[in-house]
DNA sequence: TCAGAATAGTCAGATTCTTGACTAGAAGGA
DNA sequence: TCCTTCTAGTCAAGAATCTGACTATTCTGA
């Protein structure tokens, strides 16, 4: 059930379309929840039928027309509710962990591959993010903004992805290494 | 798909029971994948119909029989495939990050309370993970034992959710003190 | 100029995950 | 002695998520 309320979150602040949700929530930002498109206007279309959002037709000269929604006061009330209840632990689900987890077993060159994929995905997300934050908090330093910011939450949790992103990367770069070291010790051990 | 995977994976070195693996997937370790018991039992019939893991009964006096899994040569074969696949991005989804996000919305000392017990439950898995790591690693340093360790795939998993479990630490800490710090700043500005 | 990406969505179907309840014996603590 | 926890599972139903396809128009790069 926490979908609906991601999406409460992002509506808070400013209207935004679907499609504009729809790529906040993909892979590229998704600092704080991951959905689909058609999660995303399947939800907003509930929300709008429940009155937590409002919807809003945009027409456009040259481009398709769209709807923009806000989070409504009955939205908010919901958002609140939500952030009263308890919050369920968070679970690392993530195929690379479980390649790794059998890495005893299977080609550590195909490992040391999509390791290094993966921190070179990180580091675009830590450029991103990092680009994101200073967006935000203009002129100012961190710890000033922290304090005296108007809308720190969209800050606050794109600081978890950054951190988030950081570790992903050292932890990739780290474990290839490791990996590329045994392969190495292994030849050397029985050479030709 | 990826859950099949996560349990071959996790039934590579040692046989389990299904009462094991649901332990080893529950909030408490859960350091490369989390599954309920539920899916673990139904995801351990149907692997064992496809001969990707062989189940063994386990006649026991004092407690329930058991069966215990292993994985097979098949299973291997279909998690060494698994590996060749390109991995899925690996996605954030989180209540608490959605409550933070909205942050300037909320009530501040609901989040700060939130954010206190997420910290101490991190702590707790990383007092976990550091045991955890150091009983796999015996007496060995860490490098040594990643350079010449024979199972060192559990190993590096637990290392990737020992970083998580710190960063998550830390930036609850840091947040529930952003949000104090303003809260202390509001008093001062509008006193009484 | 022509293919491909971006804008702005929608629909159906399948798979996966979660919630909740239930059985049953043994061990441990108050 | 009784209550709770631990071991060792199973079943059903519902919610959430993902896969894949489909419609249109417009802007952009080769």
Redo the contacts with the bound molecule.
């Keep these: ?4 309320h991601a999406v409460l979150a992002a509506l808070l602040d400013e209207e935004r ?4 949700l729809a ?1 906040a929530f993909d892979v590229g930002v998704a600092n704080f929840w ?6 995303l ?2 939800e ?2 509930k929300l709008e039928r429940e009155g937590l959002v409002a919807g809003r037709e945009v027409v ?1 000269e ?7 929604f806000q989070a409504t006061e009955a939205g908010l009330a919901e958002l609140r509710e939500f952030t009263a209840a308890a919050s ?1 632990p968070s ?1 690392i ?1 993530d195929d690379l962990l479980v390649k790794v987890q059998g890495a005893d077993h299977v080609d550590s060159g195909q490992l040391i591959e999509q390791l290094g994929e993966r921190a070179t995905a990180a580091e675009a997300k830590i450029e991103l993010f990092s680009a994101l934050l200073h967006q935000m908090r203009g002129d100012e330093s961190e710890d000033e903004f922290l304090l005296d910011g108007e809308r720190i939450g969209p800050y606050l949790t794109c600081l978890r992805g950054l951190a988030f992103e950081r570790d992903n990367r050292d932890w990739c770069r780290r474990i290839a290494d490791v990996l590329r070291a045994r392969q190495a010790a292994a030849l050397s051990h029985r050479p030709g």
Tied chains: 1, 2.
């Design positions: 059930m926490a979908l609906r379309s679907g499609y504009q790529k991951h959905a689909l498109p058609q999660q206007y399947a907003l279309t456009q040259t481009r398709p027309n769209k709807r923009v369920k679970f689900r």
